[in-house]
């Protein structure tokens, strides 16, 4: 029985010590991840994938490095400004940081952390990795927009509503005056609205200092802008340019020969008053390229 009791704790050690040795080479050793599409969504550099798991496009991959979470924060943001990304979401505390975004059809969710005490004999940091395939319905509410479906937008003067596919509003942009959209062109990362503004408030802002006055009938108010910007397909706004006009109300709004070129910029012509009109060129991050003023026109048809 002695003999017995003396084999079971051998075992029990034995067995104690594999499980530790195991988990010990998985941190040290790391484990294969062939299915991660690291070529979408990368690994920082010198870490070991200790975990992954999934099945059927949807995956959790988490890695350890000895760098610090700014380190890798750092990283990522780098490789986000690579205008193929789409963020949707990005937070930042005190030794964490998580990013939500798109690209292409992959949906992805990074989590950065300080190692627990568990992992940090090996690790200084903590990163999980969540990607999947991008839902249906952003697939669908992309493909809309390609062939500029105009029931994704909904322009009401006084508000932009940005809507899904199912008709649900999920974003509005007011603000205490005017708002309008007069195109609306595909993007590779959602769309374009060229349009006109005089809100006083929210991201759309009129940015002009101009004011009208219209004789006789005792009216006055903030001359209209015109705005360029590009959104997500969530309604986020990726970038934006405004442009002061000296027009007073929107039947004024003239936007023209507007072009989706093969360089992904945009070109197109706008009245900023009775006898100017401006020729822009804006590339595919939002900078001006060019910026020509036609004066002296003959007062355009409409």
């Known amino acids: ?24 080479n998985v941190y040290k050793k790391g484990v294969d991840y062939d299915d991660f599409p690291d070529k979408d969504v990368p690994i920082y550099d010198d870490a070991i994938v200790f975990s992954f798991v999934g099945e059927d496009d949807e995956y959790e ?5 000895e760098d610090d979470v700014d380190d890798i924060m750092e990283f990522y943001r780098k490789e986000f400004e690579d205008k193929d990304y789409t963020i949707t979401d990005e937070k930042e505390v005190k030794d964490e940081y998580s990013v939500e975004g798109i690209i292409g059809d992959i ?6 952390e300080e190692a627990s005490r568990k992992e940090a004999e090996y690790y200084d940091t903590i990163v999980t990795i969540t990607v999947k395939a991008v ?6 509410a992309d493909s809309k927009l390609s062939t500029l479906n105009q029931e994704w937008l909904t322009n009401e003067n006084e508000y932009l509503l940005l809507k899904d596919v199912n008709h649900n509003i999920i974003k509005s942009f007011e603000g205490n005056g005017q708002i309008s959209a007069h195109a609306i062109l595909p993007s590779s990362n959602g769309f374009i609205i060229i349009g006109g503004t005089s809100l006083e408030s929210g991201p759309l802002k009129r ?11 005792d009216l006055t108010g903030p001359c209209l802008d015109v705005f360029i910007a590009e959104f997500n397909i969530n309604g986020d706004i990726l970038w934006k340019n405004i442009f002061p006009t000296k027009l007073d109300d929107y039947s004024q709004i003239f936007i023209t020969n507007i072009t989706n070129n093969d360089d992904k910029s945009y070109t197109f012509e706008m009245l900023i008053s009775e006898d100017e009109l401006l020729n822009i060129t804006i590339n595919e991050h939002g900078e001006v390229v060019s910026n020509d003023t036609i004066k002296n026109l003959q007062r355009l048809q409409r």
Not at 3 to 24: D, E, N, P, Q, R
Not at 135 to 140: F, M, N, Q, R, Y
Request: charged fraction near 20%; aromatic fraction near 8%.
């Open 1 to 24: 029985m002695k003999h017995h009791k003396t084999l079971i704790l051998t075992l029990v050690l034995i067995i104690t010590a594999t499980l530790i040795t195991s988990c010990s």
């Open 61 to 65: 991959l988490e890695y350890g490095s």
């Open 107 to 112: 949906e992805f969710e990074i989590e950065v």
């Open 135 to 140: 839902a249906e319905s952003k697939v669908e």
């Open 207 to 217: 940015v002009g200092t101009e004011s009208y006055t219209i004789e006789g009938y």
